[in-house]
């Protein structure tokens, strides 16, 4: 069994390709880097997420191609970047969605990473995959925020418009924030903001925040590739969104600190420059539901942020250890 991974070479990639090679699959990582490698079981394969070329002969013969090519979003969203992450997303996917198509041995299932951020910004009503509203069109959300929905619009677009055979299984993967705990990540950042008394509520505190841990995000995939009932749009995201002061007052618990000074809106802004990223990542409300993985019959393991904190405390702390 072989599992090839365009664009996994960072985090997420990292997790899912150790998880695939304890479970005996090669794995085949590509990767902009300029060599390729083996390391650990998994080998690195070049491409540059765009141009045909020795690359696709990986994907010929596969059994699941997983997409997770595109520029990190936590930037200052200039005319350049913002040209980046679009670019990224798009071409690469019309890269894969070739190799597929002209492959003699087309994989069966084919994972396209997409994003819960797609859906609109609500406090209120959580978005499944049957009755979810895409966002772009809300009054209560900055226009400055359409530019996430218009990127994973034509994301997903991507995925459709390729020609591969009708046996090819798509699956287009909006996915929350997946919580791990290794350094880098979104639980590594917000945790050093607990640790420095920083880790109270943002602005109001009652905007949404859905989130799965990197256990359950893996027992999904694995879920998915066995469940050929799934297919087209699956959210992956655990069951029990939090409203981010509670979201974050959980957090300080599980570090034993409960101390946690709140963040105004302008002070957000400022520090949004200062660390050269965007509000939008904090401030929007993103209450997403996994419809389609409750209905199939896939248990969490982790489904309340409590026992999901504590289970990354715990791991961080022993990481720090070794």
């Known amino acids: 069994m072989k599992i090839v991974i365009p664009g996994g070479s960072g985090e997420l990639g990292t997790i899912i390709g ?47 191609v997983f997409n997770l090519a595109g520029r990190s979003v936590n930037c200052r969203y200039t005319d350049a970047t913002r040209q980046e992450i679009m670019e990224s997303r798009v071409l690469s996917t019309r890269a894969v969605g070739r190799a597929i198509e002209i492959a003699n041995n087309p994989p069966p299932l084919w994972i396209n990473m997409s994003t819960a951020t797609i859906y609109a910004h609500s406090y209120d009503k959580g978005n499944d995959e049957f009755t979810g ?25 991507a995925v459709d418009n390729a020609a591969v ?9 909006r996915s929350a924030v997946v ?6 990540g979104p639980f590594s950042i917000m945790s050093k903001l607990v640790r420095l008394g920083l880790g109270g509520k943002n602005a109001s505190g009652k905007q949404m925040i859905s989130w799965i841990s990197d256990k359950d995000f893996i027992k999904s995939i694995f879920f998915i590739l066995n469940n050929p ?17 509670v979201f974050m007052k959980v957090l300080r618990e ?47 393991d982790q489904a309340q942020w409590p026992e999901a904190a504590a289970d990354l405390v715990e791991r961080t702390r022993t990481s720090r250890r070794h």
């Open 133 to 157: 509203i895409i966002g772009g069109e809300e009054p209560s959300a900055p226009k400055s925020w359409g530019f996430s929905i218009k990127v994973a619009k034509a994301w997903e677009e």
């Open 165 to 173: 055979p009708s046996l090819v299984r798509k699956v287009k993967l």
């Open 254 to 300: 599980a570090w034993g600190n409960p101390i946690g000074l709140p963040a105004a809106e302008w002070m957000l802004s400022i520090g949004a420059v200062l660390l050269k990223t965007e509000t939008e990542l904090v401030l929007k409300s993103r209450y997403v539901l996994p419809g389609k993985l409750l209905q199939a019959g896939f248990t969490f």
């Open 229 to 245: 009932q799934l297919d087209d749009i699956v959210n992956v995201t655990s069951p029990n969104p939090l409203a981010n002061a």
């Open 18 to 64: 150790k998880a695939f090679a304890e479970n005996g699959y090669e794995v085949v990582i590509l990767s902009r880097s300029n060599s390729s490698t083996t390391e650990k079981g998994i080998t690195y394969v070049q491409w540059d997420g765009i141009s045909p070329g020795p690359w696709m002969q990986q994907i010929d013969g596969s059994d699941l």
């Open 179 to 184: 919580m791990t705990p290794d350094p880098g």
